[in-house]
């Protein structure tokens, strides 16, 4: 079978979550024995590439320029490829396709929280989402809890919903010492500090998490750093920092090897979401062996598991409670990191990589 894996803008030195789960199903890919031909249609030329695979080169695209490839010229790609199967792991499956399709789901929060998305992309991705999960021959879900909410939230992809989790790499996680503490003295970062990792938007409760610190702030006697993209609603969030946050760093975007030693610096993680689709954070801090406070939110108790303390999100006292009781008690850390890599374990790529696979050809035999 010859499977196009349609993996566009990829060609940044500062993944978001999606690219990284593109980039580990490729490399886990590649390390598989298999009979079919991966043809990858990306501008990431450094990507990983199953064996026997060619890359079919796109340009890097802004936002109209994206939309116009997606809807006139991705499905006329495919004919040329003369692909048996075309998996979209950016959620959007184009009209007129001539073979079986996989569409990747992250998250519907948008669907169940509309108020933490700007309107014209709530607008656009109720429509395209619907339009794609409806033509798709098979949908791969994140978690169960995605895979629930897709069931009952998009009956255009009911019957055809596979809850595929992802994995993490450790080894992504795993600098050495000395290197990990030279890129922090390089971002200005000194220890102790709690750290957030994650886009810095509306959903993700920034407020909350600033709230709680600051409420502990004296107690923990730790600084907290904050990295990741502003998307909707994190101008606010900047400007109370600006403001004077005091203990409170912002980097911003940072590349892999910045966001693992910040991850193997850290007092503990801390992911204070309203609701997330798996929440990949999670594993990636496990992996990096630092302890996690998270909250109940969506998949994020699937992704925990019994490996971090857990409060309900919006809840600033239980937030702070858990900073301080965390902070304090070398034992529960250590009770947590144990159970962190036991986690992480149990989410390897090759696992997903051999379900995905399998989904794949669930999809074409539907087809």
Known sequence: MRIGI?????ASPAP?????????LLRALSQKTMSHEIALISDGAGLPLPAGGRRVPVASMGKVARLRFDHCRLAGLARDEKLDLLHC???FVPAGLDCASVATVYDVIFLKQPECYPLGWRLYWNRALRSSVGRASAVLAM???TARDVESLLPEARGKVHAVRTGVNPAAF??????AESLRDRLGVRSPYLLYAGNITRRK????LLDAFESVRTQIK???VLVGALEFGGGQVLERIRRGAVGVTYLGRVADDELAALYQGAVAFVYPSQDEGFGLPVLEAMASRVPVITTTGGALPEAAGDAALLVAPGAVAELAEAMRRLSGDAALRSTLVQRGLARVADHSWARTADQTLEVYEKAAARR
Not at 6 to 10: E, G, T
Not at 16 to 24: A, F, K, L, N
Not at 205 to 208: G, K, L, Q, T
């Open 89 to 91: 792991p950016k959620s």
């Open 222 to 224: 730790a600084g907290l």
């Open 16 to 24: 978001s979550g999606v690219e990284r789960y593109i980039t580990e």
């Open 174 to 179: 795993a600098p050495t010492p000395a290197a």
């Open 6 to 10: 349609y993996a566009p803008n990829m």
């Open 143 to 145: 978690s169960d809890a």
């Open 205 to 208: 409760n920034i407020p909350v």
